[in-house]
């Protein structure tokens, strides 16, 4: 018999009903599990399972997640508990006093918020090798990153030490190191799911989301999350469908877009030849394949580099060692202050994306960097717009490689930047996005590592890309 911590929510939800199981159940296997093998895989920053049990033992099973633990992103507030970010100024420092939105609503749908995921430090990077609290080893290959930056909870959810987990993508950190676990990660459309209580690293790019063991978990933990909440104000006040109806409904009759710049020179030949057979499946199962152009794609890192700095340097200039986090001692005086407390608490990747971010808004330069930018964005966003009135759902590579080993790219940024390059635009253009596992490539070393098919949507059209997820999961 699987182990509780191995099965889906709604594989865990149908024991629940059933009374076959108790949540305090699945909270003692998770323990377990934990204790068996979390040590070699850093996925949690902290894990409080008593907590944890007394939630449990008052769970209303009723509910659409009653009774299950979702592991949660270091970065987001949880009332009560540490939340990191994984960075020196705020470890031992900071205690959320709140719960994020997100929070609140996976409350009221049942859920039971536990542990908190490692990831890069403030969100930025893409292997979680910028944590400053410790190393997150890939479940698939513990030489290898588990991808980033919520490389934490795509680890834990692959490790079968959490049944789900909440992520944050700000330019593909759910999806990519989904793909690199071998789990699912979806990103939502900007603003389709509150910001509100998520540490913001940019604010015009970030998106919360679920990272799960299957498709369905996913939708069901989507209803969760979205609506429109009055504490963001770029939370949209939209209609929330039901994620979960129709999405076994296959992919016949839809058009799914192959953009020809997501499989330009770069992409491994192996995770080519595991995406293009995933194509081949859904074109077997009826969708019509269409070759199109997103002729913007070639500069979709450069404005994101620009951009999210920016908005990083703003953001974290709160973080002065004065309202919360740790502070410098015996500052000379207050500028003195300021900079010991910050070169301290941050870390070398922070310090360099807020230097850029810093320079690319300074007095002459904002115009030349920053606004053109954002005029590059929205030709990418209209790239999109363009693209979807000809097909349903567009499909690429999430990276274009496997999940690297630990510190492989580490004394070149740049090359690590440019693995976001399938995923970025879709930030960039606020649409849905989803990895779903299409397969395995050969390390080298007689190891697997996953793979994962991007499937990317319309803005608010998740309910397209779920469909066609399901899909790649059953075929």
């Given at each position: 018999m699987s182990s509780l911590s191995s099965l889906t929510i709604t594989?865990?939800?149908?024991?629940?009903?059933?009374?076959?199981?108790?949540?305090?159940?699945?909270?003692?296997?998770?323990?377990?599990?934990?204790?068996?093998?979390?040590?070699?895989?850093?996925?949690?920053?902290?894990?409080?399972?008593?907590?944890?049990?007394?939630?449990?033992?008052?769970?209303?099973?009723?509910?659409?997640?009653?009774?299950?633990?979702?592991?949660?992103?270091?970065?987001?507030?949880?009332?009560?508990?540490?939340?990191?970010?994984?960075?020196?100024?705020?470890?031992?420092?900071?205690?959320?006093?709140?719960?994020?939105?997100?929070?609140?609503?996976?409350?009221?749908?049942?859920?039971?918020?536990?542990?908190?995921?490692?990831?890069?430090?403030?969100?930025?990077?893409?292997?979680?090798?910028?944590?400053?609290?410790?190393?997150?080893?890939?479940?698939?290959?513990?030489?290898?990153?588990?991808?980033?930056?919520?490389?934490g909870s795509a680890a834990v959810v692959a490790a079968d030490t959490a049944i789900a987990a909440l992520g944050s993508d700000t330019g593909g950190s759910i999806r990519q190191p989904a793909s690199h676990c071998g789990v699912v990660g979806l990103k939502p459309s900007y603003g389709r799911v509150s910001r509100f209580g998520l540490v913001a690293f940019a604010s015009s790019l970030d998106q919360i989301g679920p990272i799960t063991k299957s498709v369905d978990d996913a939708a069901l933990m989507l209803n969760a999350l979205s609506g429109n909440d009055k504490m963001d104000s770029t939370s949209l006040e939209v209609d929330v469908p039901d994620f979960t109806v129709n999405i076994d409904q296959g992919v016949a009759g839809l058009k799914l877009g192959i953009p020809k710049e997501?499989?330009?020179?770069?992409?491994?030949?192996?995770?080519?030849?595991?995406?293009?057979?995933?194509?081949?499946?859904?074109?077997?199962?009826?969708?019509?394949?269409?070759?199109?152009?997103?002729?913007?794609?070639?500069?979709?890192?450069?404005?994101?580099?620009?951009?999210?700095?920016?908005?990083?340097?703003?953001?974290?200039?709160?973080?002065?060692?004065?309202?919360?986090?740790?502070?410098?001692?015996?500052?000379?005086?207050?500028?003195?202050?300021?900079?010991?407390?910050?070169?301290?608490?941050?870390?070398?990747?922070?310090?360099?994306?807020?230097?850029?971010?810093?320079?690319?808004?300074?007095?002459?330069?904002?115009?030349?960097?920053?606004?053109?930018?954002?005029?590059?964005?929205?030709?990418?966003?209209?790239?999109?717009?363009?693209?979807f009135e000809k097909v349903d759902a567009i499909l690429s590579p999430v990276c274009p490689t496997a999940a690297p080993k630990h510190g492989e790219n580490s004394d070149d940024p740049l090359k690590e930047y440019l693995a976001d390059i399938c995923t970025i635009a879709a930030n960039l253009a606020g649409i849905p996005g989803i990895s779903v596992p299409a397969g395995t490539v050969d390390s080298g070393n007689n190891t697997q590592l996953p793979v994962g098919l991007q499937i990317l949507g319309a803005h608010l059209d998740e309910k397209t890309i779920l469909r066609v997820a399901k899909a790649v999961e059953i075929l």
């Open positions: 594989a865990l939800r149908a024991k629940l009903t059933a009374g076959e199981i108790s949540p305090t159940d699945i909270i003692d296997d998770l323990e377990n599990s934990n204790l068996e093998k979390d040590e070699a895989i850093g996925g949690y920053n902290s894990i409080d399972f008593e907590a944890a049990r007394v939630m449990a033992a008052n769970a209303d099973l009723t509910l659409p997640l009653g009774g299950i633990p979702i592991a949660i992103k270091d970065n987001i507030n949880v009332n009560g508990e540490p939340c990191t970010c994984a960075s020196q100024f705020l470890v031992d420092s900071y205690i959320a006093p709140y719960d994020a939105t997100v929070i609140t609503k996976l409350k009221a749908a049942g859920a039971i918020p536990l542990g908190r995921a490692n990831l890069d430090e403030f969100a930025m990077g893409s292997t979680t090798g910028n944590s400053s609290i410790k190393r997150t080893n890939n479940p698939k290959d513990l030489d290898r990153v588990p991808g980033g930056s919520s490389g997501y499989f330009a020179a770069g992409i491994d030949p192996q995770v080519r030849k595991v995406v293009e057979a995933s194509i081949e499946k859904l074109k077997n199962a009826g969708a019509e394949i269409v070759d199109i152009s997103l002729p913007h794609t070639e500069y979709a890192v450069a404005t994101y580099y620009i951009i999210a700095p920016a908005e990083a340097s703003s953001n974290l200039s709160r973080f002065d060692g004065i309202r919360y986090g740790n502070r410098a001692e015996n500052p000379e005086n207050l500028i003195d202050l300021y900079r010991k407390s910050r070169s301290a608490g941050f870390g070398s990747e922070v310090k360099r994306r807020i230097i850029l971010g810093t320079y690319c808004l300074s007095s002459g330069y904002d115009h030349k960097y920053y606004d053109k930018a954002q005029r590059v964005r929205t030709l990418i966003r209209e790239d999109f717009n363009q693209a």
